[in-house]
């Protein structure tokens, strides 16, 4: 559980009263109880209002602010307000200012703006976050450490440069062991003293903020700033930890934000804990699979919903409106695929300033009689009935997908074969397909168990880091089912790539041979054409991006290109290895493909969909002490049925039991308790 | 009067003989004569060539410019040159020099290049427009000073950011306010120490040119820069006038450019001067309403159209040529909309630099055998036989539409809700259908006395600044009509929302509530669907961007949303409020809604229009001791026939009495005279 | 011939072995043989390698290389590896460090990283050519110095601002020529000193990358950075020949890379090499152009191809593989064109860095089984067999298209009339109605004596340098054709326009005068509408992008636009002068009228194709010793049949005899041996 003081799905979020006058305050208090509100993150930006010189240090009005949340009974998400730093200590300590990918030192400015490796951040983050945890260690409310807020962006200044050298030789030991991981005999770049090397940025070795000369070095300056960034939330950690060593520590993440490898940052904290914004026009299955990724970070392990936004957002281009249930309906969803907190940025919405015209639960307005307050009163009630009995569920997938950070960097910076290839795309694709047929299935890293799973799909596997190999190849003897797609297994963690043969490491238990890459132009396709009838699949689907020209050496021909000069060669093979098997799809097909080619790999490895619902009906499962609980979740604006199974079922939102035909509202959700 | 010594139209314009040897210049003479020029905009761009260094002045070419055209007896318009500094000044001074939007100090190049609050351009420049005021001081022929050229582009430099620190404490007095106003518990900003303020550009708080963190920091900037440069204007003007009390200032304007606030500017300025470059496809009426905008800065004083080209441009994506009599028409459409002027970018086309390939009078093939010169010589002829008669007559609205540089700050700089909002377009939508229904009308400043108006329109009136509402409130309530739309009165005059309901201080005059602001995705359209028939408007028509959700409080509902979840909910309000009435129009509708809404609220107020013509065919009204002039302007490539009205009226250009069917030859004009 | 002691097109290209263990070398060995590889150039990036401070150089592994290669009896073209500079050189000799067109000092990274007026840069480029030319001069593999790589990049720094002083004080003598030349009376640039005078980039004069305010200064910058360069060339050559002064001299190329002039380049080199890149949707007349205008160079001088890729390529937006058959046809194509070597880049494809996926005969796999090596192979037995017949042949063509890579620079830097002209390809539409009709043409510079011809064509010949005029006429007078366009004659070599009506100084020959230069808007069109059949011409064309108003003076009319305000004015027209003619094609025409228009010119001339073939199938010949050799070459990925002619001829790569009717397969070459 996330914090056994608070038994409960927590309903609440951000809250800035310090922008507010105290009388707005009271006004609050009434409308969180309307609302049902019981948790307030707090304090994430006001380093400046707590600290306005080296020395001076203003507690006081978080005092007020803890008091009356407590006076009310709601929990604290108390953060350390690192988030940005004050205006005057970029004046007088400018080391705390980035320089940017085109090379400029910024000036103050803007959130998310200091120099991870800047000596005076780290300083006083850390006495600041030691302040903090020595003030309300024993404050009965507070139930969660909220660290910073949503990490990110790199710097490129002189304290970073020298600090990726100390981290290189860490990671090398030697100039020759360098030189030799970023191939620096290519271009005349031999380094001979770990000065020569400089940051890689649009001064040096890239541009267009995502392509770069060296790959090797690219690489390793994204782990570097990841690991900057990670450092500087342990460091606030471990201070807050020294005096509250049971609260919990987060800090919010973001999904598939692309610039840090969470799955190396989970280890460090005790709760994931994530920001949901979807637009208007996201694919239902992507929110999905961004829950599910940030539920695999931690293997399974429940997550916070930490922000999302009742209303409207205001970053977006078109900032749509939440139609009417959406909130609802997309809070359940996060519910259903772990999490076990349901809160919001924001709880009221500000007066000025960028944000203004992100929605809150009490609007500018400021009174309750809105369709938000409405809707989010309605929950408020909602969660509170149904207590602790989904809090710690857990899902149980026996399909995983796999998503990495290092490969989706290494894919990103390689220059070719094709700008059309998104690797977050392809992994959707597969993540999409199984979704759609109500397939339970987990996000993983590289690095997880994979004894759990019957079918590991792991679409571009272009990096294979040391080892992986070697646990598909065991997964598969022991009977597993491992699928991966057209450039796998191309290059090692430092990008150099594994001589001998496409897919490299994974050639043996793939038992193919990949001889050429083809790269279709924009509006071009090709042809996968099935051998003969496989379960659903027959006939000819479209596939196009790349087209991996293959040989099959151990492995079975299913499929082959219908067109151009490899018409004929192998586009889809099966390779029996020890009890188990292996797919290889060597280009990106089309969605009706990926829906048969999943449901026959289901069908084969005994795998059931949880329910068979119509479109845009989702269903996802948690299960608790042999309990299964089946959210029933209906994204149509229409009503819809589906088949709910023979046995008797209660729903926990009505009440009701449910079985056989049953009828779904519009934006409606079930969650289907079943013994 | 613009002068009294020179009573007609002005004819001629920018005219730069230093670029060329005396015998040209002696053809230029003949030229001009054979095209009736009777004024020349000199010295625009000489500072280099009067001043070699910080000591020496050389005049006596420029007395000899000026001799030889008060020889021809034409008329000077006389520039102070300061619209680009020598390459010496920068290359000693590089205080002159701006930094740029991306933090970068530039270098000498290009013009309009010097910081306005560089204490060495201020130094100068008031030297230099001193000497030239005292050295033509008692010049016959001058009858216009023209100061600096084109002012704009902002400045992000060392000096620029002190002097907004020093700008900053005269408008808030203490940090405290100005904390406040900019919302600083936002994010961790509160400034403690005026140095501590930092310009908002690239490296700090903002990005892609017109993005903000703090919407309160970069609206200061812009109104701080616009008070730089118009600091720089009146330096000089009051140097000329120190000198030449009676002889008019002005700088020429550029229409809707966005960096300025003309209409502060205007009041500085003896007489609004602009430069007008629509390309083939710009609307006829999106020039009609530069024409008023301009006009309206000084509340309907005409105006001097300083600079349009006879023949092309050159720095437009595609430069096309002007069709003929387009020359001639958009001249006269300049005169019927307020213009006194017509005077032209460029006498003699220029033989090298990026300007080569603009247009003039006299083309690169330097004789009157051209298609340009012999339209530039008929109409100059024309002008002569026009004498006075039109001078100085004015337009009488009854209709106004707002138009506010402020509030399209602030609405770009707002993060949200939609980037598909743009201001300019809504202003010019309603501008539009009044033009096509040959509605008189101004284009205003919100400070403008609107009791003048039976109707006013002030789209997106984002912005309500302090006592606008007051005086809406006094209008409406004395009988006028105010019309507004979505997403409007949300803030005040530092973009800090006015809390308790959308329109905010409108809320009262308007009767109604918008509870919610939904941004359309791009393609998507709602329906305004006509709960009866109200005049032409019927049934149901388009609308799209945004879509306010309102609540009808004292208002009436005229038409409702056709679709979505606010299907059934007001999109047209109209609420009495004293002797008069204010409509509501939530979302951005159609061109045939504003057709129709624009004919009733005319047909409401008894407001005319001035003829009924087919399509684009123009007509705009001036008036002069009681006489109408009637200006019809044929904007199609074919004869039109129109119904000139029962009473017989004598065309000015023809003489010709013209009553009843008219015909009026492609792209013609006719000025009707009427008692 | 290219180098007598290697008398055959050469085969082989960029090795690197240094990349490499000796293992992998001697492999390498095994595989060269199998391919029939005998030409390697080496050492292209190994500054660092071989100087790793100051005064240490190592030459061994150098030596190793050479001596291996020399055992398998391969030649060497041999670089001189300062394509890119050290690491430590940056580190300590930060001069050698560029400054970008942004103004930015760049730090060490990537390659042609070197600023050419680098004091460091000059000073241990000059010492390393000088030692490998010592070192190396007796050697007697060695056929070829490649000096640096594929120059190119402007540098914008402190250095290059003062040696572009220099320049420009060597180029005007005084800053009266200087300020005339650059027109900078025109806003306020008169410069008083030589120092005045900065590198025009984003942060002077220019912006967009190839924007200016002062054609006349960033023009004369171009002309000085491509000398700049060029100077860097001669230095290393220089040093070179001192030691061996036999063996030729060149640098790779690049077609129509905008930044030098490689027609001034060329007059430095003992020989043109360049390197190929096609992508798959290239036009094959444009790789055609290309490979004539290399050949153009030096006036028909056979060169080399230096690079292609076997395979696929790495850094276009989507690399396709070369379909089987194309590598072939496309390097029998360069050797049609006048290549007297087929070399790739690369012959061992490399494991890291951001040329990893550009292909190589030798692919990461390693072995000879893969399509590409098989290609390979192929390629080099046919090669061997083939021997000296070709080398050395000259083309001989009647029709010359012209291009000039300052009137290109000229045409971009200005500002007008349209962004839709292109100068390249209105050169190409051109040359691609010639390639259509096999007509064999050359591509020429405008200091090409034009005897040598029947027909020239200048497309858009806007810059008309000293000279130039009078040998258009003297070609004409003496019976030539001459052909140029609209915006043709409007500048001098300072892009200061020509005065007297244009096009300027080709009036006199062309017989009229273009009055106006009117941009079409997008999508927009006139027509061409011939007065009367003229040959295959007749009815009506389409044309757009620019339209000139013209009058025929001398000339007579032969077509007519169809549209718009000069509707029945010329379009086309043809002036008779002395015994020849010109034509003046007013605006850009489709494909179908070129066709016809080229059709006609050749046939009043008596230019004949070389053989009728279908579409896509190419043909161009080469003539040695009175033999013909006619290339014949199937672009299409099916088999045609083409007519070639009465005569027996051979098939040098089949030895079968062809006449008539002959089948070519698809991507097949025929050589056609005709005495």
Redesign the interface.
């Known amino acids: 559980m996330i914090n056994e003081k608070f038994p409960k799905i927590w309903y609440g979020g951000d809250y ?1 009263p ?2 507010w006058d105290k009388a707005t305050m009271e006004e609050d208090m009434r409308m969180f109880n309307l609302a049902g509100i019981d948790v307030a993150t707090v304090n994430v ?5 707590i600290q ?2 080296e020395v001076s240090y203003d507690f006081t009005w978080l005092d007020d602010i803890i008091e009356r949340l407590t006076k009310e009974n709601i929990y604290l998400c108390l953060a350390t ?1 690192t ?6 200590m ?2 007088k300590y400018p080391d705390v200012l980035r320089v940017d990918y ?10 998310h703006n200091s120099c991870p490796n800047s000596p005076t951040y780290r300083k006083y983050a850390k006495i600041l976050a030691g302040k903090l945890a020595e003030r309300y260690k024993d404050h009965p409310q507070i139930v969660m450490w909220h660290v910073s807020n949503e990490y990110g962006g790199y710097c490129y200044c002189d304290n970073c440069e020298k600090q990726f050298r100390v981290w290189l030789k860490e990671r090398y030991g030697t100039l020759e062991a360098l030189n030799k991981a ?12 770990w ?6 940025n ?5 541009w267009s903020g995502n392509r ?5 070095i690219s690489l390793d300056y994204r782990r570097f700033q990841s690991d900057s960034l990670l450092e500087c939330f342990k460091m606030e950690r471990d201070e807050l930890k020294r005096w509250t060593p049971d609260i919990p520590v987060t800090t919010n993440l973001m999904g598939f934000y692309p610039e840090l490898d969470y799955f190396k940052w989970a280890k460090e904290m005790d709760v994931v804990s994530w920001d949901n914004y979807p637009s ?2 996201t694919p239902f299955s992507f929110t999905a699979m961004a829950h599910n990724l940030m539920r695999g970070l931690k293997s399974g392990q429940p997550f916070m919903l930490m922000e999302q936004t009742p ?11 939440k ?2 249930g959406v909130m609802r309906l997309w809070s359940y969803q996060a519910v259903a695929h772990g999490a076990d907190t349901v809160m919001f940025f924001q709880l009221r ?10 929605g809150a639960v009490i ?4 009174h309750e009689h ?3 307050f409405r809707e989010c009163a309605e929950l408020g009630k909602e969660l509170q009935q149904l207590g602790d009995t989904i809090l710690d569920a857990r899902s149980e997938a026996k399909v995983a997908v796999m998503y990495d950070w290092e490969n989706r960097w290494a894919l990103e910076l ?7 290839l998104n690797y977050v795309n392809e992994v959707h694709k597969y993540y999409d397909a199984l979704y759609k047929q109500n397939i339970q299935t987990d996000m993983i890293s590289v690095e997880e168990d994979l004894s759990k799973y019957k079918v590991v799909i792991a679409p571009v596997m272009y990096m294979v880091k040391p080892g992986f190999a070697e646990r598909v190849e065991r997964f598969v003897a022991q009977g597993g089912t491992f699928v991966t797609t057209f450039f796998s297994g191309i290059v090692n963690e ?4 594994t ?4 897919p490299g490491e994974l050639r043996n238990v793939m038992g193919i ?1 990949a ?8 509006g071009h396709q090709n042809e996968i054409v099935l051998r003969q009838d496989w379960g659903g699949l027959r006939g000819s689907y479209s596939c196009g991006i790349l087209c991996d ?1 293959i040989h099959a050496e151990t492995a079975e021909v299913l499929a082959e290109y219908g067109a ?2 490899y018409k004929g060669t192998p586009v889809l093979t099966r390779n029996k290895f020890g009890n188990g098997q292996s797919y290889y799809v060597a280009s990106s097909p089309d969605a009706d493909f990926l829906q048969g080619l999943i449901a026959n790999l289901c069908e084969e490895q005994g795998v059931k969909p949880l329910l068979n619902t119509p479109d845009g009906v989702e269903v996802a499962e948690r299960v608790k002490n042999g309990t299964s609980y089946l959210f029933v979740m209906n994204h149509n604006a229409e009503e819809m049925t589906f088949d709910a199974g023979a046995s008797r079922q209660r729903d926990l939102l009505t009440g009701k039991t449910i079985s056989g035909q049953a009828t779904i509202p519009a934006r409606g959700v079930m969650i289907l308790e079943r013994a």
């Open positions: 800035n310090e922008q930006f006001s380093w400046a209002k306005r010189d307000s988030g940005a730093h004050p205006a005057w970029a004046k085109e090379g400029r030192k910024r000036k103050f400015g803007g959130r970023w191939n620096t005999s290519f271009w005349s770049h031999t380094f001979y003293d000065d020569e090397i400089v940051a890689p649009a001064l040096s070795e890239e770069t000369n060296f790959q090797g208007m026009d209303g409207v957002q205001n970053w977006q281009p078109y900032n749509s409106a139609r009417p919405r500000s007066v000025g300033a960028c944000e203004k015209y992100h609007e500018h307005v400021g809105t369709r938000v390689s220059s070719g074969p094709s700008i059309a430092n990008d150099l790539v001589l001998g043969g496409y041979w001889e050429e890459i083809d790269a279709l132009l924009p020209v151009d000069y």
